[in-house]
Each structure stands twice: as C-alpha cells, then as structure tokens.
T-cell receptor
Framework: ETGVTQTPRHLVMGMTNKKSLKCEQH?????MYWYKQSAKKPLELMFV???????ENNSVPSRFSPECPNSSHLFLHLHTLQPEDSALYLC??????????????FGPGTRLTVL | GENVEQHPSTLSVQEGDSAVIKCTYS??????FPWYKQELGKRPQLIID?????GEKKDQRIAVTLNKTAKHFSLHITETQPEDSAVYFC??????????FGTGTSLTVIP
C-alpha cells in the first residue's frame, strides 16, 4: 500500500538527540494526524492539521513539535525525549471535508525507542 | 470529552465460530463509529464503520450494530478464519477531526 507512507519505520535515539518523523499521503486528503500507540493503551491523538492549520493539540509535551508544510506532508520533530516516549507513532490522513466526520487512513507507523 | 471502553481485551474462538466485540461510549453527540483491524506489525485498517443514522451495517462476514440509546456498538464476525486473527479497535467521533479509540481486542482464531 502506498496511500500513507512513513519514514523511518524504526528509530532508536538517545534522550539528547534530535530527530524527525516524516509522513506523506498520496490520497489528495486535507487533514493529517499524529497518533501515539503504546501497549495496552488506546490510540492517543496528538496533533491534527486540517488544510495545513493545526486544529488539535491534545496536551502534548513541547518535546514533540509538529510541522505541516503542505497538505501532503506532516513531520513530527523530536528532541530531549524520555524513555516513556517509546511507542509506535502512527500518521493518518482523511479527506478533511469539514462536513461529516471523515474516515481515517493510517500509515505503517514508526517504531520509536528512546534509550 | 468522549470515553470509549472496549471489551473483551482478548478473545479466542474456534475457526468457523462467531466473534463479538463490544464498545461503549459516553458522549451522546458521537455520531461516527469506525472499526479498525491491526495485524501484527502492520497499520490499522478500516474494516467497517457506521454512522448514527443507521442501526446496523453488514459487509460479507462482518457486521456492526449500534444502539444509540444504550450508547454501545458491536462488531460481529461470522464464520471466523485464521486470517481474522488480529487486534481490533473501535473508535467514536462527534466531529472536529477528534477520534476516541478503545483499548483494542486481541482476537485469536484457532484452526
């Protein structure tokens, strides 16, 4: 599947490193999302961008910084992370019609390990 | 905000039997309820969804029912097959690009 892609697929970083996760969607959608998936927890919505504007920021620590340069690309910049930030980070996109609730399509995720 | 609870957390069934997973939600404003299947090491994929204006939706061996009064919705898989083994997530949304997910059900279909 090539609808929503994420790179890298795996990332190991130290607590003092700075890294970025990248998401790209080829579906012509206007809304993009970052989720955190930890074991035995619900998917946690982190950020939402709709037509390149951030519309949701669910009390995410400032060590996570999103960037949406256009409707097709979404980044998550990481710095001074903690070991508890280790998780699968999923990107998703949806049409972003602004009307009825959208269906989301997920990327394969980036498995992040913070040492 | 919305609170979604999902049960059971694990479910094992014999091949050919039916599997039922139930979710409850707290906000009566929620009007969209998708179900996702996530196989090991893969992305969540939408398998079926239902909006609040209908009570049931079916797609081959998969069906979803919604009870708005009781605020619960369920996923039904009939004639289960080993390839149905995965983690299934429910979600609820009342719009504004905000989705609330359940904790997932790990389904194992025993051949």
């Amino acid at each position: 599947e090539t609808g929503v892609t994420q790179t890298p697929r795996h990332l190991v970083m130290g607590m003092t490193n700075k890294k970025s996760l990248k998401c790209e969607q080829h579906l012509g959608h206007n809304a993009m999302y970052w989720y955190k998936q930890s074991a035995k927890k619900p998917l946690e919505l982190m950020f939402v961008y709709n037509f390149k504007e951030q519309t949701e920021n669910n009390s995410v620590p400032s060590r996570f910084s999103p960037e949406c340069p256009n409707s097709s690309h979404l980044f998550l910049h990481l710095h001074t992370l903690q070991p508890e930030d280790s998780a699968l980070y999923l990107c998703a996109s949806s049409p972003g019609s602004g009307g009825a609730v959208d269906t989301q399509y997920f990327g394969p995720g980036t498995r992040l390990t913070v040492l | 905000g919305e609170n979604v609870e999902q049960h059971p957390s694990t479910l094992s069934v014999q091949e050919g039997d039916s599997a039922v997973i139930k979710c409850t939600y707290s906000d009566s404003a929620s009007n969209y309820f998708p179900w996702y299947k996530q196989e090991l090491g893969k992305r969540p994929q939408l398998i079926i969804d239902i909006r609040s204006n209908v009570g049931e939706k079916k797609d081959q061996r998969i069906a979803v029912t919604l009870n708005k009064t009781a605020k619960h919705f369920s996923l039904h898989i009939t004639e289960t097959q080993p390839e149905d083994s995965a983690v299934y997530f429910c979600a609820a949304s009342y719009g504004g690009n905000q989705f609330y997910f359940g904790t997932g059900t790990s389904l194992t279909v025993i051949p």
